[in-house]
């Protein structure tokens, strides 16, 4: 078992930043590689980012590139996303999850954190 939490979200106005945290614990957190997700209301949930298990590949959404970093320090068990340049269109609730592949698809990631609300102001 991987226990996620998110933490970092919030309510900011367009154009601002914002930094989420996850924090794993249970099985060794290098085994895998780990995404962030958000899903708006009334929409499915949509790949953000996701980072190998050592970092050095990494992936994103069209619609966050050039504005969001994700990162791991797997000496804190912990994945962030750097949001920058953020838009009305980026509110969303945002989770981590941890899957065994480096893959965009929701359904291959096996455990997922709470979610943290992310509301962007125009």
């Known amino acids: 078992q991987v226990q996620l939490v998110e933490s970092g979200g919030g309510l900011v106005q367009a154009g601002g930043s914002l930094r989420l945290s996850c924090a794993a614990s249970?099985?060794?957190?290098?085994?895998?590689?780990m995404g962030w997700f958000r899903q708006a209301p009334g929409k499915e949930r949509e790949s953000v980012a996701r980072?190998?298990?050592?970092?050095?590949?990494?992936a994103y959404a069209d619609s966050v590139k050039g504005r969001f970093t994700i990162s791991r320090d797997n000496a804190k068990n912990t994945v962030y996303l750097q949001m920058n340049s953020l838009k009305p269109e980026d509110t969303a609730v945002y989770f981590c999850?941890?899957?065994?592949?480096?893959?965009?698809?929701?359904?291959?990631?096996?455990?997922w954190g709470q979610g943290t609300q992310v509301t962007v102001s125009s």
């Open positions: 980072i190998s298990w050592s970092g050095p590949d990494t």
């Open positions: 999850a941890a899957s065994r592949i480096f893959t965009a698809r929701s359904t291959y990631y096996d455990y």
């Open positions: 249970g099985r060794t957190f290098t085994n895998y590689v």
